[in-house]
């Protein structure tokens, strides 16, 4: 909505601040500050310590936040490549049919995430299929999960797409795999940078399956979030929360520029 005078504009930013402080802005810095402090005064954190990051970077949190690191950069490759592959081929299908694909890849979001977790648990504990106890397991239902995003963002970037590319590239004598490759991929990767983004990031905070299925060997970094504030190490659990935010936002950034070289190419 366009705002033109000078008091509706103030109007809307008092407003933005009003509901993005408390709900959103606020609480992150709490747990900012938390992981700086040692104990509560009153209603925040205080008693000034690195100590917090020290336990956060090092051991057990490490190897929790590379495990969560290779878990949503595999689960997100896969879950690119599966969800683009079938939104280009949803493209070939009548309207009809495109709609029960489209409803397929968005089932394992409409229902909880823990109902997908104690799925995949029960579909893959007996041969020929038993990843129970494997890493393999964690990143199923990471994929699972994330896939239905990078199905839908590609579906509308495909939906947006001018055919006359492909048309014109045809006309001239490419083949089929040639336009797929050489034209509608180019002009679909801001688009598939942007799922992939997407998918890493949803990825990298999923807990709810990930607790049903994670070995003792691959823990992610969510589930030690989780434990710490659980036995009380708010502190530390807090360190190991802004940790994962950091690496989250520096991969995202990444594949922002990324997309950005890729917008202007």
Sequence with gaps: MLVHSRK?????????????????ALPLLVVLGASF??????????????ANYRAATRGEALQALT??????????LLALAVGTWAALAAAALKKRHRKIMD???VL??????????????VAFSQPPFLLNGTRWIVIVAHTVLVTAFAH??????????????????????????????????????????AAAGLCFALSMGELSATMMLYPPDWTPLPVL??????RGALFTGSAVAVVLMAATLLVLFGVSRIRTRASYR
Excluded: K, M
């Excluded at 933005?16 to 402080?21: G, M």
């Excluded at 590609?154 to 006309?171: F, M």
């Design 8 to 24: 509706a504009r103030w109007a809307v930013w008092a407003l933005f601040l009003v509901l993005f402080l408390p709900l959103f």
């Design 37 to 50: 402090a040692t104990h509560w005064s009153s209603v925040l954190p205080s008693g000034a310590t690195i």
């Design 67 to 76: 495990t969560s690191l290779v878990t949503a950069l595999v689960a997100s």
């Design 103 to 105: 409803a397929l890849f």
């Design 108 to 121: 394992p979001v409409a229902v909880p995430s823990v109902v997908v977790g104690l799925a995949i648990l």
């Design 152 to 193: 839908q963002s590609v579906s509308a970037a495909i939906a947006r797409l001018d055919p006359a590319y492909a048309q014109a590239a045809a006309s001239l004598g490419a083949s089929p795999a040639y336009v797929l490759w050489r034209v509608r991929l180019p002009l679909l990767l801001p688009s598939l940078t």
């Design 225 to 230: 979030v989780y434990a710490a504030t659980d």
